[in-house]
Nanobody, 123 residues
Framework: QVQLVESGGGLVQAGGSLRLSCAVSGRTFGTYAMGWFSQAPGKEREFVAS????????TYTDSVKGRFTISRDNTKNTVYLQMNSLKPEDTAVYYC????????????????WGKGTLVTVSS
């Protein structure tokens, strides 16, 4: 059974940084794309970033470009989201996921989801 476990969320002041991690077990990690979504209170889950199986190509939603970086370490079966220059509007539960391609993930065609980690950015 595939399991995705996120960690690294917490409370941070505006302008600060956090690094989220997502550990994957139960399947061959390096054969599929990975992504992150966020869900703010009262809003729908939204795409944040995705990365190819090799890590060579990434895509981001416009609001995080230049501030967030997605990466992966296939030797550790882990995907990361480095979040810099955080803003109060980044406050959300962040979910990692797997999919066939980075574009499929961006469209919401996700195979598996984690349970999420909460990020709270104070002003």
């Amino acid at each position: 059974q595939v399991q995705l476990v996120e960690s690294g969320g917490g409370l941070v002041q505006a302008g600060g940084s956090l690094r989220l991690s997502c550990a994957v077990s139960g399947r061959t990690f390096g054969t599929y794309a990975m992504g992150w979504f966020s869900q703010a209170p009262g809003k729908e889950r939204e795409f944040v970033a995705s990365i190819t199986w090799s890590g060579g190509t990434t895509t981001y939603t416009d609001s995080v470009k230049g501030r967030f970086t997605i990466s992966r370490d296939n030797t550790k079966n882990t995907v990361y989201l480095q979040m810099n220059s955080l803003k109060p509007e980044d406050t959300a539960v962040y979910y990692c996921n797997t999919g066939q391609t980075i574009w499929a993930i961006k469209r919401g065609a996700v195979d598996y989801w984690g349970k999420g980690t909460l990020v709270t950015v104070s002003s």
